[in-house]
């Protein structure tokens, strides 16, 4: 008995050792996700409101991610309250769902060393600060192109950012996400190495908004 009380302490000190410690962390990545292809890829299957045509949504906050320059933090142990409903709901209309912004608080948002209501407040700027290119949203049909193409988009809408703070990435042969690489300011900057993974498909499929 007493072993096995043992055992049971050891492995519950191990447990709340997971974390790291909220606040240490280099830069954000801020992850934009195009919701056509998570809704062909996932949000169908799920029947997620997100992917309801009257939302109209195309590129969706995915998240704003405390980043190591090699490695990132997650879970973090912090002290913080986490969010409430209703702040996760007012996060819907630029993550898709009250789902999606409390699983980001609650795997990244805690390592920001913010409270819940600072970590959506600073996500929901880092979002409104990126020029999200207008032609994505002129698609009347689905096409393939290069992956390198949405990246350069991105570069000319946001002329003060660098090739090498931005990326983009594919999923089941679709674009799929475009990362963006920011101080805690929210000043643009260079990716680590581990962020910096372009996706090179010279035909990647792009799904219009619904």
């Not at 998240?63 to 933090?73: D, E, T």
């Not at 096409?143 to 946001?158: D, G, Q």
């Amino acid at each position: 008995m007493r072993l096995c009380a043992l055992l049971l302490f050891f492995i519950a000190g191990l447990a709340q050792a997971e974390g790291e410690t909220p606040g240490e962390f280099d830069y954000y990545v801020m992850s934009l996700s195009w919701s056509p292809t998570w809704c062909a890829l996932e949000g169908d299957a799920r029947n997620s409101p997100q992917c309801d045509a009257s939302e109209d949504h195309g590129w969706v906050l995915h998240g704003l991610w405390p980043q190591f320059h090699r490695g990132w933090p997650s879970y973090c142990n912090t002290a913080a309250r986490p969010p409430s409903r209703r702040q996760t709901e007012e996060m819907a209309d630029i993550m898709g769902t009250s789902g999606l912004a409390w699983h980001q608080w609650k795997k990244h948002g805690s390592c920001s060393g913010l409270s819940p209501e600072d970590y959506y407040a600073l996500s929901r700027e880092a979002y409104g600060r990126i020029t999200r290119p207008a032609v994505f949203r002129k698609l009347d049909k689905p096409v393939k192109l290069p992956a390198s193409l949405v990246e350069e988009a991105f570069l000319k809408a946001n002329p003060e950012f660098e090739p090498d703070m931005v990326t983009v990435t594919c999923k089941s042969a679709r674009i799929q996400e475009v990362r963006i690489c920011l101080s805690r300011d929210l000043d643009p900057v260079p990716c680590g190495a581990d962020t910096v993974r372009d996706c090179r498909m010279p035909d990647a499929l792009f799904d219009p908004v619904r």
